[in-house]
Each structure stands twice: as C-alpha cells, then as structure tokens.
C-alpha cells in the first residue's frame, strides 16, 4: 500500500500501527470492528477498507498491481510518547518503469531509496503519527521541496513539534529515538 502510495505520488497521513502498539490499533478496532492490517479510511469518501489488494485497487481503479509485504523492520513496536502533531516526511521508496509492447503491459518495480525504508520502518515501529510526502521521480513535490529547503534530497524530516528540520536517515533515527521512545 505505501508502495502504490508513492507511485500515485499522494499525501498520506499514516498511524502506524505494530504489533502491540497501544495508540492506533484499538482506533482500528473501534472503526472497523476487528484488528486487521492495513486498513484505509478515506476522509474524502468516508469509504473504509481491510485487504492490501482491496486497497490498492482502491486507489489505483485497476487491479494490476500485486505488492509483496514487507516482514521483519517496521512490524514490531517499541514504547514510545505520542507527539501532538503528526511528523512530516518526504521520501520515495521506488521507482516504477512502465513497459509497452502488442502483447504485454508491464510495471517493474525498483527499490529506490534504501534510506526512506529505513527511516519509516522506525516511524512505525515507534507508532509515531506522520505524514509521508511521497516524493517519487517525476513528482512535481520534488520541486516544492527544493522550494522550501533550497535543494533536493530524501529522507527529509520536519518535527514541527520541535522546531526540528534535517536530512540524513542516521541522524533522523537518532533523533526519532532519542526525542520519541520511552525509557
């Protein structure tokens, strides 16, 4: 889903939601009557939804796309204080080919940037609140960002709960866990 997000280039506030996350997944439950993931609401629609797939044909109107999950980093959560507003970040994490021929219409997906992955994966892991900037080549908020921070360059964090703005995965990581998790 966060796949199909940055290709169609959309804005997304996402709660994440690990295993044993005390914030968002009871929300879920509350919302959609059993704790399963992922699952969407669209506040434009009001339309609600289980089922990777479901969701993707969802946002794409065509049921083509068949994404993996990702297993491991991001799925397990690690206590942590809410913050009163959602974090901001603007990444990508792959880049999509689009081929045509006769015979065959195919998307190759590519991992893009190794460094937004990771960067996410702990904003998951911490439940943190956050809206993703997708990013993705060929999105005209690569501009925007340029605009606003004078250069191109992902992952780029802003915590406006802090005043925090910065670059460099490591150094968000450590900020995130130094700022966020409960000791």
């Given at each position: 889903?966060?796949?199909?997000?940055?290709?169609?280039?959309?804005?997304v506030l996402?709660y994440p939601?690990?295993?044993?996350?005390?914030?968002?997944?009871?929300?879920?439950?509350?919302?959609?009557?059993?704790?399963?993931?992922?699952?969407?609401?669209?506040?434009?629609?009001?339309?609600?939804?289980?089922?990777?797939?479901d969701?993707?044909k969802?946002?794409?109107?065509?049921?083509?796309?068949?994404?993996?999950?990702?297993?491991?980093?991001?799925?397990?959560?690690?206590?942590s204080?809410?913050?009163?507003?959602p974090?901001?970040?603007?990444?990508?994490?792959?880049?999509?080919?689009?081929?045509?021929?006769?015979?065959?219409?195919?998307?190759?997906?590519?991992?893009?940037?190794?460094?937004?992955?990771?960067?996410?994966?702990v904003?998951?892991?911490l439940?943190?609140?956050h809206?993703?900037?997708?990013?993705?080549?060929?999105?005209?908020?690569?501009?925007?960002?340029?605009?606003?921070?004078?250069?191109?360059?992902?992952?780029?964090?802003?915590?406006?709960?802090?005043?925090?703005?910065?670059?460099?995965?490591?150094?968000?990581?450590?900020?995130?866990?130094?700022?966020?998790?409960?000791?």
């Amino acid at each position: 889903v966060r796949e199909i997000v940055s290709i169609l280039d959309l804005d997304v506030l996402f709660y994440p939601c690990p295993r044993n996350g005390p914030n968002f997944r009871p929300k879920v439950l509350q919302m959609g009557g059993k704790q399963q993931f992922p699952y969407m609401v669209d506040p434009n629609t009001g339309v609600a939804m289980y089922e990777s797939d479901d969701i993707i044909k969802y946002l794409t109107l065509t049921a083509g796309f068949a994404m993996i999950g990702r297993m491991g980093k991001g799925s397990s959560y690690t206590p942590s204080k809410l913050p009163p507003q959602p974090l901001e970040l603007w990444a990508y994490e792959i880049i999509v080919f689009l081929s045509v021929s006769i015979e065959l219409t195919y998307v190759s997906l590519f991992q893009a940037s190794p460094f937004c992955k990771i960067v996410r994966e702990v904003l998951v892991e911490l439940e943190l609140p956050h809206i993703l900037r997708s990013t993705a080549r060929g999105s005209p908020k690569r501009q925007t960002l340029y605009e606003k921070v004078g250069h191109f360059q992902v992952p780029y964090l802003e915590d406006v709960n802090a005043g925090v703005k910065m670059f460099e995965s490591a150094e968000i990581i450590d900020y995130l866990r130094a700022t966020y998790v409960l000791s």
